[in-house]
């Protein structure tokens, strides 16, 4: 397990000790979301920032991993479902470890929704994820959220807590969560497990400037980082947007990596 622990330090930025992980593994749940459709210049884009990994499903693991800088990490998804299923909530796994890390992969992900029907079977994908990753000295990312009709609140502090425990009692080596807004509870479950904590999307927010609100609170309660894609792919103007997420995450040095001209999309 040394070599796996070696190996989620590269994730991190070594000067600010945070990471900010884009995934871009929307297709197979939404198909065609727009903002996040052309993959290739996406990573074209993702180079001007210090951006330090991203997800990728295993076919754009496969045709675009020539495209990734060398120095960013990937995580291959293990899990796939559709917002189409009943229920939609559902996730299993669609690709092996082994691919994934055939395909180049430096780590792999997998999604878990619990709270619900399915839950079970999403936690036995997990474990079983867990051991083959670490059989092949790879980390693993568990991302983790209450889904379920019989949920009340998905942002109860107690159930996102519940989240972060579960990715490290099942062996995750990173856990991504939504925030839950709580920040003693929130504060106090990162202290007592050791697998970084990174902020996942959550519910939209009303604006840009509401979402990195909530990311610098996340920050000061001991998240590690961001894993997030539309809240910032999908806004009018993403390399600005990035540009706002890096400079929240990793502080001013975020800004060596930019480009001084920012040209919107059109």
Partial sequence: MIGCARKVTRLFDPASGRAVLLPLDHGVGEGMLPGIEDIPGLLAMIRE???????????????????????????????????????????????STHEAARLGADLVAVQVNIANDLEDRMLADLGLACDDAHNLGMPILAIIQP???RIVNEMDPS????????????????????????????????????????????PSRPDFTSFLTMVGQALSAGA??????????QQADPREALAQLVAVVHGEQAGDAREPEVTPRT
């Fill in 147 to 149: 889904k379920g009709d």
């Fill in 224 to 233: 590690s980082g961001t894993c997030v894609g539309r809240n910032v792919l």
């Fill in 49 to 95: 920032f210090p951006v330090q990994g991203v997800v990728l499903n295993k076919g754009p693991l496969r045709t675009c991993l020539a495209e990734v800088p060398a120095a960013l990490q990937v995580a291959g998804q293990l899990s796939g479902g559709t917002r189409h299923a009943v229920p939609p909530y559902a996730r299993s796994l669609v690709c």
């Fill in 159 to 202: 159930l996102i807590c519940h989240c972060i425990r579960l990715g490290a009692e099942l062996g995750a080596d990173i856990v991504g969560v939504p925030y839950s807004g709580d920040a003693k509870s929130f504060a106090r479950t990162c202290e007592a497990v050791s697998p970084p904590v990174l902020i996942t999307g959550g």
